[in-house]
């Protein structure tokens, strides 16, 4: 059963920036696409950023509009590290950050991301 952790998150202030990490139990990004998601109180989880199996030749990354350009995912060679890099936070951006295992949609239990002044 693989698990998903993810952390680094934070209370930053607007314009901060904060580097997520989502830890899998297993070495499954190689071969599995995932993706961050994040959740506002209140609102609907909503997709934050993708980034599909492969090794860096090979796999490709799509963004939210809300965080394209301000935002990098990336992986590590071993295939068991997600990361989010998140740059110029804004208060819009406080959420509960998850990561999923699109392929068998598995979840973590979520970092709380926090931007304010």
């Known amino acids: 059963q693989v698990q998903l952790m993810e952390s680094g998150g934070g209370l930053v202030r607007p314009g901060g920036s904060l580097r997520l990490s989502c830890v899998a139990s297993?070495?499954?990004?190689?071969?599995?696409?995932m993706g961050w998601y994040r959740q506002a109180p209140g609102k609907q989880r909503e997709f934050v950023a993708g980034?599909?199996?492969?090794?860096?030749?090979?796999?490709?990354?799509r963004y939210a509009d809300s965080v394209k350009g301000r935002s990098t995912i990336s992986k590590d060679s071993a295939g068991n590290t997600v990361y989010l890099q998140m740059n110029n936070l804004r208060p819009e951006d406080t959420a509960v950050y998850y990561c999923?295992?699109?392929?068998?949609?598995?979840w973590g239990q979520g970092t709380q991301v926090t931007v304010s002044s």
């Open positions: 980034i599909t199996k492969g090794d860096s030749t090979r796999y490709s990354t």
């Open positions: 999923s295992d699109l392929r068998t949609d598995t």
């Open positions: 297993e070495n499954i990004f190689s071969i599995h696409d």
